[in-house]
């Protein structure tokens, strides 16, 4: 972005000497720019599947003594409970175990 400001304040407002500086200068900028984005981009690795769920909090759609359903994200999941929860409540996902959400009350 910051070469194309320099080009078109280049190109229409700075006389000759100065329109070859203000565009090394902003070619400049989105070096660093590119180099600090990928320098970040490297760094944060995605959490997909499980690993993702795990700390997340779900309301209980079906009581769960000690079965029941879950919404998460959006999404409806078998849930296990064994202190068991009621509809409404949240409830904060432990372990995912196949396809059926280990949760406890947070109470």
Do not use: D, Y
């Amino acid at each position: 972005m910051a070469l194309l400001v320099a080009i078109v304040l280049a190109l229409f407002f700075a006389p000759w000497p100065w329109n070859l500086i203000v565009v090394l200068a902003g070619l400049g900028i989105e070096v660093v720019e590119l180099t600090w984005g990928l320098r970040l981009a490297r760094r944060w690795r995605p959490q997909t599947g499980a690993e993702a769920m795990i700390g997340q909090v779900a309301r209980v759609v079906v009581p769960c003594h000690p079965s029941g359903q879950v919404r998460v994200s959006g999404e409806l999941w078998a849930a296990r409970c064994e202190e068991g929860a009621e509809t409404g409540e949240s409830v904060r996902i432990e372990r995912l175990e196949g396809l059926t959400l280990v949760v406890v009350p947070t109470r």
